[in-house]
């Protein structure tokens, strides 16, 4: 089977394993993703095809340039495709969200691929999703984006969603929309043997003796990291503890500020660290940290979590109300604790309980480790490839 799989992070850890997963099991695969401050350019690498094509950035940018991106996004993929892999026959239309503005150039891979069945494997709800940063204060783009949006899941044939809440959150918010394309597709994360943490590692960090809670991932708005920065401050007793954030994003030199005007001598920030030394990091970590604003308007469930599940690390989390993400996997697996994030003594309070047990954040982190079973690339794979085959839901 020949497949198309159109997203912006086909690099990303948990995209790369499903294009792989693809791969391994015999379909020939055509990555088309957005390349910045480079020429378009079509690749083979390890038995995969890709369609880079020259974009203006759309992520961790500001919005109105985040936005005159995603308009122009569609048309310069759009152009690619009609240079580069025009005469391509694709089976299967693969897309994963954000961003919207594969519409067209899908809409042009089905018109010339009649009997293409296509899936949107959607990670984030868009343009709902934005009202946190202010879209929606701008009329016209947040209309224009709604269009877009409803005109993709018009086009689709199924919808693979995170969890059963972002499944009744979308039929909510879109009446119009034939609920039999829903599916349920969880994230995933590649299977990796864990192999205990080095102890020496810490001191290559300066880490040794330490009580890490660590955040590794964007830190953008919907983060809301300043509650982290609290609870540190509220913990700055606790002379072994250390509050450690991992990576980059528009909050981070804001939430860096913050931190110094807090006067925080148990916080540490660390823009980037070698893959190798980010796995083993986080097995020499206490607590992995979770957390959304409490004015998110859609049902997230953050993709890192598995990450920490992978490293037996416990999860600490502070969540809006209207995600599930406490009851689908921290509830359900019983690997982690959280609280609303508009309650911050229930959060302290889940901390302390995990900080003085250590039994029980063990018994947490095996009990994560052992859930990602569930969450497997060759389980998604199959959701897929049987919604495909036969249109079964398992919903």
């Known amino acids: 089977m020949k497949i198309a799989f159109c997203t912006i992070a086909d690099q990303a850890t948990m995209y790369r394993s499903l294009i792989e997963e693809f791969k391994n099991q015999g379909h020939e695969v055509t990555v ?30 500001g919005l109105i340039k985040r936005g005159i991106g995603n308009i122009l996004f569609p048309y310069k993929c759009l152009k690619a495709i009609k240079k580069n892999i025009k005469k391509e026959k694709f089976d299967l239309i693969l897309m994963t969200t954000p961003p919207l ?47 877009i949006e409803k005109k993709l899941y018009d086009l689709s044939d199924y919808i693979g969603c995170m969890s059963p809440g972002n499944i009744e959150f979308l039929k909510e918010k879109n009446p119009q929309l034939d609920s039999q394309k829903l599916r349920l ?51 700055e007793n606790l002379e072994n503890v250390l509050f450690l954030l991992i990576g980059t994003g528009t909050e981070m030199e804001r939430l860096k500020n913050k931190s110094l005007e807090l006067k925080l001598k148990n916080t540490l920030f660390l823009n980037q660290i070698p893959r190798d030394d980010y796995n083993e990091l986080m097995k020499n970590c206490a607590l992995g940290f979770i957390s959304l604003s409490p004015k998110v308007h859609i049902p997230n469930y953050p993709s890192k979590s598995l990450g920490y599940l992978g490293a037996k690390l416990p999860i600490l989390a502070s969540i809006d ?18 609280s609303l994030a508009d309650n911050f003594d229930h959060l302290s309070k889940n901390f302390d309980t995990l900080y ?25 794979y199959e959701k897929i490839i049987k919604t495909y085959q036969s249109g079964n839901s398992d919903i």
């Open 101 to 147: 503005g594969f519409f067209e150039p899908i809409r042009y891979l089905k018109k010339v691929n009649k009997n293409a069945k296509f899936y949107i494997i959607l990670r984030d709800i868009h343009p709902e999703g934005a009202k946190l940063v202010g879209l929606h204060k701008i009329k016209p783009l947040f209309y224009y984006f709604r269009t």
């Open 356 to 380: 003085n047990n250590k039994d029980l954040r063990m018994q947490m982190g095996e009990n994560g480790y052992e859930a990602l079973k569930n969450f497997s690339p060759e389980i998604t």
């Open 185 to 235: 597709l969880p994230n995933w994360e590649p299977a990796k043997e864990f192999i205990n943490p080095d102890q020496n590692f810490l001191k290559k960090y300066n880490f040794e003796n330490k009580f890490i809670v660590v955040f590794g991932g964007n830190m953008g708005i919907t983060q809301n990291l300043d509650i982290f920065l609290q609870l540190a401050k509220e913990k």
């Open 32 to 61: 088309i993703a957005p390349i910045y401050e480079k020429e378009t350019e079509y690749i083979e690498k390890d038995g995969i095809k890709t369609l880079f094509f020259n974009s203006l950035p759309i992520l961790n940018t």
């Open 321 to 338: 109300a209207i995600t599930d993400y406490g009851q689908d996997l921290l509830d359900k697996y019983n690997c982690g604790l959280w």
